[in-house]
């Protein structure tokens, strides 16, 4: 079995069906495109990759899930992973979508 960085046990809403397989049928592995604070960033972040047909899983950082339960939101952050053969075409959307960004651009 493949190392996945215990990516799958920590998957918020369940694994994407159209998440693609390898040639015997194993998933492909999961990696991290970014970490984002919880909220309509991460949301929206989220959406637009499906949007383009991107299999999105969202992992809650640390104990992030646990919180989530106890006081509505984590402090930890969200992890967003991708399969391994989509990373180049995801981060491309990230760099070219507006307001994606965590940190506002100097200057600003």
Do not use: C, H
Request: avoid cysteine.
């Amino acid at each position: 079995m493949r190392n996945d960085n215990g990516v799958w046990g920590r998957v918020s809403r369940g694994i994407p069906k159209n998440w693609p397989t390898d040639a015997q049928g194993q998933r492909e592995l999961p990696v991290l495109l970014t970490n984002l604070s919880e909220g309509p960033l991460a949301d929206m972040t989220r959406n637009m990759l499906e949007a383009y047909g991107i299999p999105v899983v969202a992992v809650y950082q640390q104990d992030g899930t646990f919180a989530r339960v106890l006081l509505g939101a984590s402090a930890y952050g969200v992890g967003l992973y991708v399969p391994a053969s989509r990373q180049e075409e995801a981060r491309g959307l990230l760099e070219a979508a507006p307001g994606t960004e965590e940190d506002p651009p100097a200057g600003e």
